[in-house]
């Protein structure tokens, strides 16, 4: 291979700039390494480790002053610091995990700690994960300056030592490349540029179950925005990253191509030979993810209208306060009234 072709640089500038100035939002990422995604054996031991970092089952029975819905509460805030800040997706998904376990293991956990627990998570996982990682002083603002930068700083200590300093765990958006580049070639058209579709061609039956590799893209996302809103719910804490990621990938596909579809290329029973879970399963995790994107999108559109609604009225108030104000009016108190000298 020539020399200069084994440096070229695969990266595109255009996904992490800012659209009106132009200035990076965040680092650029290295290319997929052909070795690390065209080798079965990086999915083997990428399976073998799937629940090696679970936390404990039912771990909050151990901390009678915290309840599943704070968990869902400070994840909320987690991601919104983690969007604000431009952070890898990976580093969400890992800090989450990372407060899973330390809840699991610490005790007790006053209700008033778990901020600074989950801040402390993504401080660990935004140096671990992402290039340029959130500083302790961002920290301490996202929380409205209700923990310091010490408190922070020690409680890392307390975190690192309760996960003994384990923190190369297994996430979903790992397997989910894994899987999506090793569907069959006739649902999966990722690598169409040098197969050319000719397996489809040949297989008339398959043509128009091929999957673009614009398509492919557009599954990827939705598959990554659902494991988001998995990782904040405290039900999916205890699932296995490979059943999250196969969940997520067959329920975007059956929102975008429809369950016929999946039905037509057996997505199930792949993702069932790629990661060995079981079929039931798959399907009973996919209802709770659907369903749970339903009543998100009914908070959503609750919230939207709550919004129209107080921008209304605010604009009522405005235009009954001009008209008042536009009409004469007459002093009610005697300190008011200037009397001609």
């Known amino acids: 291979m020539d020399v200069t072709q084994s440096l070229v640089c695969l990266e595109s500038s255009t996904e992490y700039e800012d659209g009106e100035t132009g200035v ?171 197969l050319k579709h000719q397996k489809c061609q040949t297989l008339s039956r398959h043509k128009c179950q091929t999957l673009s590799q614009g ?21 999916f804490s205890l699932c296995p990253p490979s059943l999250i990621s196969s969940a997520c990938l067959c329920s975007a596909a059956s929102g975008m191509k429809g369950p016929s579809w999946c039905r037509q290329v057996k997505l199930h029973s792949h993702l069932q030979q790629l990661t060995s879970t079981d079929v039931d399963t798959l399907r009973h995790y996919q209802e709770q993810i659907e369903e749970l994107v339903k009543v998100n999108m009914t908070k959503a559109n609750r919230s939207r209208v709550d919004d129209i609604e107080s921008d209304q009225s605010n604009e009522e108030e405005e235009e009954d306060y001009s008209k008042a104000s536009s009409l004469p009016c007459t002093p009610t108190d005697v300190t008011d009234i200037k009397l001609l000298s």
């Open 24 to 194: 990076p939002r965040r680092p650029l990422l290295a290319g997929r390494d052909a070795t690390i995604y065209g080798d079965e054996r990086v999915l083997g031991y990428l399976l073998a480790l799937d629940e090696q970092y679970l936390p404990s089952p039912s771990y909050f029975n151990f901390q009678p002053d915290l309840k599943p819905a704070m968990r869902r509460i400070v994840a909320e805030w987690m991601v919104e610091v983690c969007d604000d800040q431009g952070c890898h997706e990976d580093v969400l998904v890992t800090s989450l995990n990372y407060l899973d376990r330390v809840i699991s293991h610490v005790q007790p956990i006053r209700r008033s700690q778990l901020q600074l627990y989950g801040a402390t998570c993504m401080f660990i996982a935004s140096k671990f994960r992402d290039s340029r990682p959130i500083s302790a002083q961002h920290l301490v603002r996202y929380t409205d300056c209700s923990i310091t930068t010490d408190e922070l700083l020690q409680c890392e200590q307390v975190t690192l030592n309760t996960l003994k300093w384990e923190l190369s765990c297994v996430g979903p958006y790992e397997l989910l490349d894994q899987l999506l580049l090793r569907l069959p070639t006739w649902i999966n058209c990722l690598q169409c540029q040098t």
């Open 215 to 235: 398509e492919c893209q557009t599954l990827r996302r939705h598959s990554a925005i659902l494991i988001t809103m998995c990782a904040v719910e405290p039900q």
